[in-house]
């Protein structure tokens, strides 16, 4: 049963550290999609990539956030420094665009707690 | 830019009770909507999805969801939920085939 993979699970870290939040998307998906779930906002869009390339980033904080895909199978998402206000859920979900079938696959996130 | 409200953050019923979940979105031209649900401790997955053709869609689970146009409106509904069905329901658009726009969620609590 293919899926998306997310490390870590939870993380703890205290403000100004460094973190780094790993995705594998499902093996030939060629989208890539970050979100930041919280309270108050809900599910944002952070960034998206198509064939490793980043199509939009617009809804990361740029000073401190950073997107990679370095290679087809590993999408990154780093917090550098961290602030307790970035404590949510991220999200990673994959997905074909050509096919529009319209479904996102999604991983069951990473929980970032920043003291 | 496209937004999706989901107007109940917190719903609770009773088994046997019927379902109504709003969404709405604010895109005026040609969108794609989907419901997805995140059971406890499970990732999100869809529950169901409309393109075009007929505005009444059936989805997993005997959920369906009707599009009304005129009211930017796609509705979740389910005529007897089950206790299983406890779990946080998300509304979403997208158009252009590219981004997806979530919801804030709904977190629906099934007492047995």
């Known amino acids: 049963d293919a899926r998306v993979t997310q490390t870590p699970r939870h993380k703890v870290t205290e403000m100004g550290q460094e973190v780094t939040m790993r995705c594998q998307p499902i093996?030939?998906?060629?989208?890539v999609f970050w979100y930041r779930q919280t309270m108050m906002q809900g599910l944002e869009l952070l960034a998206y990539?198509?064939?490793?390339?980043?199509?939009?980033d617009s809804g990361m904080p740029k000073d401190r956030f950073s997107a990679e895909m370095p290679d087809a199978t590993l999408a990154t998402l780093k917090i550098q420094p961290s602030e307790p206000r970035d404590s949510a859920v991220y999200f990673c979900?994959?997905?074909?665009?050509?096919?529009?079938?319209?479904?996102?696959?999604f991983g069951e996130g990473s929980r970032l707690t920043v003291l | 830019a496209q937004s999706v409200s989901q107007h109940n953050h917190h719903v609770i019923l009773s088994e046997a009770a019927s379902l109504e979940l709003g969404c709405n979105y604010s895109y005026g031209g040609t969108v794609n909507l989907f419901w997805y649900v995140q059971y406890p401790g499970q990732h999100l997955q869809l529950l169901l999805k409309?393109?075009?053709?007929?505005?009444l869609v059936k989805g997993i689970k005997g959920f369906e969801a009707e599009f009304i146009k005129s009211k930017f409106s796609f509705n979740l509904r389910k005529p007897s939920v089950q206790w299983s069905d406890t779990a946080e329901y998300f509304c979403?658009?997208?158009?252009?085939?590219?981004?997806?726009?979530f919801g804030s969620g709904t977190k629906l609590n099934v007492k047995p």
């Open positions: 093996l030939g998906h060629n989208t």
């Open positions: 979403a658009t997208r158009y252009n085939f590219n981004k997806f726009y």
């Open positions: 990539f198509r064939n490793r390339a980043p199509l939009d």
């Open positions: 409309y393109f075009s053709g007929d505005p």
């Open positions: 979900a994959s997905g074909f665009r050509e096919l529009r079938t319209g479904e996102l696959f």
